[in-house]
């Protein structure tokens, strides 16, 4: 999977912008930054899951899924390494990643 296809599916989400955050691209609902992609490097991404979200992504795919290092990796925030994802997987954890970003009034608009 490519950083570019982690893109496409993250600007697929409706209302979703694309900015930049410390000299690398994030992916936004409503001004709140729910993925972030090229952090370390390249050939990783990471997603906003909930600590549970996180917990079975990781647990299902653990050389895709890892959590972020400190107090972010416990609240749910997650390195997706782009080399090893399938795309079906990556899809599911960014619209989760929206889902638990974006204002409930959008969610209930896109159902």
């Avoid at 690398?24 to 909930?50: C, E, N, Q």
């Avoid at 390195?79 to 638990?100: D, F, H, P, S």
Wanted: proline share 6%.
């Amino acid at each position: 999977m490519t950083a570019n296809d982690f893109r496409k599916m993250a600007l697929g989400l409706p209302e979703t912008e694309e900015r930049s955050h410390m000299n690398h691209p994030d992916f936004r609902i409503a001004g709140k930054i729910f993925a972030t992609l090229a952090y370390p490097d390249k050939s990783w991404a990471m997603v906003k899951l909930t600590p549970e979200q996180q917990h079975y992504f990781s647990k299902d795919e653990p050389e895709v899924f890892l959590p972020v290092n400190g107090a972010w990796g416990r609240r749910g925030a997650t390195r997706v390494n782009l080399n090893a994802a399938r795309k079906e997987t990556v899809q599911k954890a960014i619209q989760a990643a929206w889902e638990n970003t974006a204002p409930k009034t959008l969610q209930k608009k896109k159902n």
